[in-house]
T-cell receptor, first 110, second 113 residues
Framework: SQQGEEDPQALSIQEGENATMNCSYK?????LQWYRQNSGRGLVHLIL?????REKHSGRLRVTLDTSKKSSSLLITASRAADTASYFC??????????FGKGTRLHILP | DTEVTQTPKHLVMGMTNKKSLKCEQH?????MYWYKQKAKKPPELMFV???????INESVPSRFSPECPNSSLLNLHLHALQPEDSALYLC????????????FGSGTRLTVV
């Protein structure tokens, strides 16, 4: 299966701390994307990293990609209560569809 | 307009009913998608339309019937559903440019009784 595996499945941290989530996948990809989903709502595209890139930044987000290990990580710095959500990685093989990983549920404690 | 709009937001239907979910985008995106998401699970791809033509059907049961009347609209027709089909149904669109990712609607929460 192409589906990614996120690690950890759930993460609780204090507000202001950094949160790191990992994603592993099984086959070669064109790009890897990260999405956020607030409870019961639609998904929001956060950031995309191409297969020939190793690191990318967007605001408080930092994404890394290691194609040799077929893994990616998402770092959220200086976490806020509003960051509480589920985070999914999604892999794109350029076949007109993206496949989502199982997700990490992040809870920011006040 | 940078949104994908889904209606209705909530739907309760009986197993003998026929209903439709609607999705609309006015961003000129060439691809539209239906995903199904069960509680605490990732979204699962159901259908992909590219330039108004069905390009991918992920072996979805025939009780789900997609339709793309034009480049802005995507419907999902439902008939004779089962209680296990209860889920959040998400519509998404994309321009096909990598850096844009997908734009998702807020979903329709479907309950089959």
């Amino acid at each position: 299966s192409q589906q990614g595996e996120e690690d950890p499945q759930a993460l609780s941290i204090q507000e202001g701390e950094n949160a790191t989530m990992n994603c592993s996948y099984k086959t070669s990809i064109n790009n890897l994307q990260w999405y956020r989903q607030n409870s019961g709502r639609g998904l929001v595209h956060l950031i995309l990293i191409r297969s020939n890139e190793r690191e990318k930044h967007s605001g408080r987000l930092r994404v890394t990609l290691d194609t040799s290990k077929k893994s990616s990580s998402l770092l959220i710095t200086a976490s806020r209560a509003a960051d509480t959500a589920s985070y999914f990685c999604a892999t794109d093989r350029r076949d007109d569809k993206i496949i989502f990983g199982k997700g990490t549920r992040l809870h920011i404690l006040p | 307009d940078t949104e994908v709009t889904q209606t209705p937001k909530h739907l309760v239907m009986g197993m003998t009913n026929k209903k439709s979910l609607k999705c609309e985008q006015h961003m000129g995106h060439r691809a539209m998608y239906w995903y199904k998401q069960k509680a605490k699970k990732p979204p699962e791809l159901m259908f992909v339309y590219s330039y108004e033509k069905l390009s991918i059907n992920e072996s979805v049961p025939s009780r789900f019937s997609p339709e793309c009347p034009n480049s802005s609209l995507l419907n999902l027709h439902l008939h004779a559903l089962q209680p296990e089909d209860s889920a959040l149904y998400l519509c998404a669109s994309s321009q096909g440019r990598e850096e844009d990712g997908y734009t998702f609607g807020s979903g329709t929460r479907l309950t089959v009784v």
